[in-house]
């Protein structure tokens, strides 16, 4: 753990493999939300254990890499969530989303936090001699495939970036697009999806009016985060960038919509630049799964995709 004057308490968490041998930096960072990176599930009769963040991915890294995650603000590491139903009943999915996440994490969370917190954390590795002075891969899921752009244009010590399931333009717009779309499939009426984005339209106003705000919240989240992602869209970011980049995206997304993840690919292509890797896993939702003629399949292959990508 490191206490930062201006960031507050910031927890880590290195692998202790050769923890004491100098490798290159693997850095997860993980989606949104102020849940611990593990959950102790109790009930009657039963326990399980949830982690919330890419254990594959540790499992996958560790041996090459020093594998570092790095928590929420004002959240712990682990914490336990209880229920009076036994391992038959219990609905895991809304114990997990009933958990409530810290005043800490709603005051501070933002992305210049996370992006400033990372490189803290990278800053103290490389004190205490855990880099071998080669790579610094930052993987980023979800909001963290946000971050990771912002984090290798403010810090030159990045060398490779992984965004999954990202965003390439300002995420607002994806909820615009989507009220288009609905009306275009003739799902709800032209006006009601001109007057849902209109809506939408005061109330990311409102947001833009109040970007410190941590009273107001949007979806789940204060303004203050909102509007700290939206201070430029990741492509503005990416297009900077002239190290590697991976982007894997999926086609079926509903969280980060395709169609601005398309974007950077185009402008890539616009501008002649060649370090993007763009991979679509065509079918996939949010979490890479597919529903192939009614079974699910998760497609986990793209790590050995990914470190593959890397060696090279």
């Not at 599930?41 to 254990?55: L, P, S």
């Amino acid at each position: 753990m490191l206490n930062d004057p201006q960031l507050g308490l910031i927890r880590f968490y290195v692998d202790a493999a050769d923890l004491h041998q100098k490798k290159p930096l693997f850095i997860e960072v993980n989606g949104s939300g102020g849940l611990p990176l593990c959950l102790y599930i109790k009930g009657k009769g039963f326990g399980e254990v949830v982690n919330t963040f890419n254990a594959q991915l540790q499992a996958a890294t560790k041996n090459k890499y020093h594998y570092l995650i790095l928590g929420k603000p004002g959240t712990p590491f682990c914490d336990s969530i209880s229920t009076n139903n036994d391992a038959k009943h219990y609905d895991k999915n809304a114990l997990i989303a009933g958990y409530k996440f810290s005043k800490e994490y709603n005051q501070r969370l933002s992305l210049n936090w996370r992006v400033n917190a990372t490189k803290k954390v990278i800053t103290y590795l490389i004190q205490h001699r855990m880099w071998d002075g080669s790579k610094i891969v930052a993987y980023g899921y979800s909001e963290g495939g946000q971050v990771v752009p912002t984090l290798a244009v403010d810090d030159k010590r990045i060398t490779h970036i992984i965004s999954v399931v990202g965003s390439g333009l300002n995420q607002f717009y994806d909820s615009i697009v989507g009220w288009r779309i609905k009306a275009a499939k003739g799902e709800i009426t032209q006006q009601r999806a001109q007057d849902s984005i209109d809506a939408c339209f005061k109330q990311i106003n409102d947001i833009y009016r109040h970007p410190n705000s941590t009273m107001l919240e949007y979806n789940g989240h204060s303004y203050k985060r909102w509007a700290s992602f939206g201070q430029s869209a990741p492509f503005e970011k990416l297009r900077k960038l002239n190290i590697p980049i991976y982007m894997i995206v999926s086609t079926a997304d509903n969280h980060s919509p395709i169609y601005g993840l398309d974007y950077v690919k185009l402008e890539f292509i616009r501008l002649g630049k060649t370090n993007l890797t763009y991979d679509p896993c065509v079918g996939c939702d949010h979490f890479l799964n597919s529903n192939d003629n009614g079974k699910m399949n998760n497609h986990r292959d793209y790590m050995a995709k990914i470190l593959k990508w890397l060696d090279q």
